[in-house]
Every structure is written in C-alpha cells, then in structure tokens.
C-alpha cells in the first residue's frame, strides 16, 4: 500500500487507508475479543500503518483493544491518535449499559471537559489504557457546542504540549466542517479529522474546511467517507442511514443515481468513494473502520482497484459532483 502522504508538519508520514477503532469498540453491536484482533491483525498485514481512537469509542474499549494490539509493534513503525474532550470518571450508578451507541455495559461515565487540566487528564488516562508510551496527534473531540471552551482551554493545552515534545501534531475531529474551519483559522492546529462532510456524496466542506486547510498547511483526515453506510455496497441496502439516522428517500435515490454511473463505469461504489475524497491535496488519508478481518481486506483491496476518468467525468455532467472539485490522478490513486 502506498504510504508518504504528510499528517501535519512534525514528520508523519501515512498512507491512503488509516484504521479507525470505533466499530471495534462495541459500536451498534458487540465485536468479540477475538474478531477485534483479527480486524487490527487484517489492516496491518494489509500496509495499515495509523490507528486513530478516542476515550469515549465504548467507554475506553477501543483504546484497551487498539493498545493490546500496538503493544506487539514497534513503535516506531505506526502513528497513533486519539482525543480529547470526554474525560472518562466513575459512574455514580455503578457498572451501567452504554447510552451513546456502544455495546457495553462499564462502570465509567463520560464528562465533557474541554479545559486545558481536561487534556492532561483524558491524555494520560488514554496512554494508561493503551499501554503505550506516547501519542503522535490529538485532536479535539466533537467541541461542537463547546466552541469557546476549546478555543481557550484544549487548543492552547495541546499547543504547549506540542511544544514540549510530548505530542508531535493536534487538531479537531468533528462531524462538521464550518467550524474546523474556524479552528483551523484561529489556531496553530496542523491536522483535523473532518467525518462525512468531504465524499463522493456530499463536497460541503470545499466552501470552507477545505481552501483554509490547503492555505494554512494543514492536513486533513477524511473519516466517514462512506456516509454511514449508504456508499459502503454497490447499492444502498433497504434501512441505510446516514449521520447515523435513517436516509430519507431524496439521499437514497441521489446514491442511487451515483451507483449506477459506477456500474456504467465497470466501477464499484465503495471503490470511489474511498478513492475519490484522496483527490483533494489537503487530504493525507482516509479514516474508516471495520468489524472483521474480512472486512478490513475488502476496504484495502478497494485502494487498489483502477477508476477510469471517464467515471468523475460522467458523475460530474449528471450534476451527481461538484464541478471544482478535485479529482484523483492515475499517479493519486493507490
């Protein structure tokens, strides 16, 4: 697999297909001991060199699973990160069930917490879980309506912390990509994670995430390219979602339209849409997860199969993609 892309300005270097925990922690449904090793095992027998996770993926499941699996690497030969923002304290009731999507049952509860003494906190607290030495980047975990208290407490925490060496890169991660926009305007971040806002679906953030990355050197990961699930089969399957809720009959019918210029292409949709979001120079890679070994080797797989132009061409005169977005090359695509 193709590696040498930049993830910000300290010397991380990743490929096109990064690895993301959160369906290893539990997310939706229980993914056993067992098939979560195989998944980690899959992705780096597959080239897989950057694991991203965060405390609040199954309550710090997916940081125990992901540390369990790097503790056999050596550490110089992946990059890492996780986040802040949801520091992880003892449930009051006890050992509880999850309430935010995950298959667990835990004595911890999350506390948003985006001070500068938060960060310190969730930091160690992560590399405790994961067993593990050091974290190459950080990003700010969904501050959507804690703007301010990230702007005046995380941002400069992370800044410091970069400074001293102990990180070597930090941004955001969001499901939005206004204000990453902001963020990447106001502070010194060098890396954001933008999730479902930049694929072959929708290209919102070209009008604000996007032109203010490329102007400030900072690097984009582009996570959710599969928007839920509606790209992520040759054709959305009867109960797709998208943002995690059910897709309305206007988003099915639009992926439906996209799908069948793919297969007018000979080409798959899952292919282009992982293929198309590394398009854009300011993308390093593409963040997305799996539940199974099987799965890991199809997304890789995908990475690798040839898209003719032929096929962004025809998406783009059937009004199905923005006209200025940018396009991957025959030298771009893996």
């Not at 999350?110 to 990003?139: H, K, N, P, T, W």
């Not at 928007?227 to 054709?235: E, K, P, V, Y």
């Not at 005169?317 to 695509?333: F, Y």
Request: charged share 25%; with cysteine.
């Amino acid at each position: 697999m193709v590696s040498g892309r930049a993830l910000g300005r300290a010397g991380l270097e990743v490929g096109p297909y990064a690895f993301g925990v959160a369906p290893l922690a539990n997310l939706g449904h229980e993914v056993t001991e067992e098939d979560a090793a195989s998944a980690l095992e899959a992705a780096w027998s597959a080239g897989v060199r950057y694991f991203d996770t965060a405390p609040h993926y199954g309550l710090g499941l997916g940081e125990r699973r992901l540390g369990a699996f790097l503790a056999t690497k050596p550490r110089n030969e992946f990059v890492l990160s996780t986040k802040v923002g949801r520091v992880l304290v003892d449930n009051p009731l006890g050992v509880q069930p999850d309430d935010e999507g995950f298959d667990v049952r835990s004595p911890l509860a999350r506390r948003r917490d985006y001070s500068a003494d938060g960060v310190r906190r969730s930091l160690d607290d992560s590399l405790e879980r994961m067993g593990l030495d050091r974290i190459d980047a950080v990003f700010v975990h969904d501050p959507d309506e804690f703007f301010r208290e990230a702007l005046e407490g995380a941002f400069p925490a992370l800044d410091q912390l970069r400074r001293e060496g102990v990180i070597a890169s930090y941004g955001a991660g969001m499901n939005q990509s206004a204000m990453l926009a902001d963020f990447v305007l106001n502070t010194d971040l060098d890396v954001v994670m933008c999730a479902g806002r930049y694929t072959l679906l929708e290209q919102g953030a070209l009008d604000d995430l996007l032109p203010a990355a490329s102007a400030r050197g900072v690097s984009v990961v582009a996570a959710a390219v599969f928007n839920s699930g509606l790209l992520a089969r040759d054709r959305p399957a009867p109960g797709s979602t998208y943002d995690y809720a059910p897709a309305s009959v206007e988003l099915l019918a639009r992926v439906g339209a996209i799908a069948d210029v793919c297969e007018a292409n000979g080409v798959s949709l899952p292919a282009a849409a992982l293929q198309f979001t590394l398009g854009h120079p300011a993308v390093a890679t593409v963040c997305t997860g799996a539940r199974s070994a099987e799965q890991v080797r199809r997304n890789a797989g995908l990475f690798d199969l040839t898209i003719p132009d032929s096929l962004w061409a025809d998406l783009a005169s059937a009004g199905l993609l923005r006209a200025d977005a940018p396009l991957p090359t025959k030298e771009e695509t893996p």
